[in-house]
């Protein structure tokens, strides 16, 4: 299916659309049946899929690491506070915010921020 149509009709497919037709070009070239080019097909989806995923949770995981060199930072600033401080610089933070550097203090083992 073409991604869109030009005001003269043309069609225009993404690079994405253009690789998979010439795989099944191929494929039928190589006299595969309907059966195994869709199952083929299926294949490449799922490993197109499963690269992204992984793709993304590298990129939680540089994030992630980013938060707790940061946190790591912060840390000797967060202990000379004094009880009061540290619950007013609390309020100031969004809910997500907080919860989330609750979740890597908890994970560095250093206790929740109150």
Do not use: F, W
């Not at 080019?37 to 992984?54: A, W």
């Not at 990129?59 to 992630?64: A, E, F, N, R, T």
């Amino acid at each position: 299916m073409p991604e869109k149509r030009s005001d003269n009709n043309y069609r225009y497919y993404s690079d994405e659309t253009l690789v998979r037709l010439k795989r099944i070009e191929t494929l039928k070239k190589e006299k595969y049946t309907l059966e195994e080019i869709k199952s083929n097909l299926e294949l490449l989806n799922k490993v197109s899929h499963d690269e992204e995923v992984t793709e993304k949770l590298n990129g939680v995981q540089l994030h992630m690491q980013q938060l707790e060199k940061e946190i790591k930072e912060l840390s000797p600033i967060l202990e000379q506070m004094k009880p009061h401080q540290v619950k007013r610089a609390y309020k100031l933070l969004t809910p997500q915010s907080a919860a989330c550097i609750e979740a890597i203090l908890l994970l560095l083992g250093k206790g929740p921020l109150l």
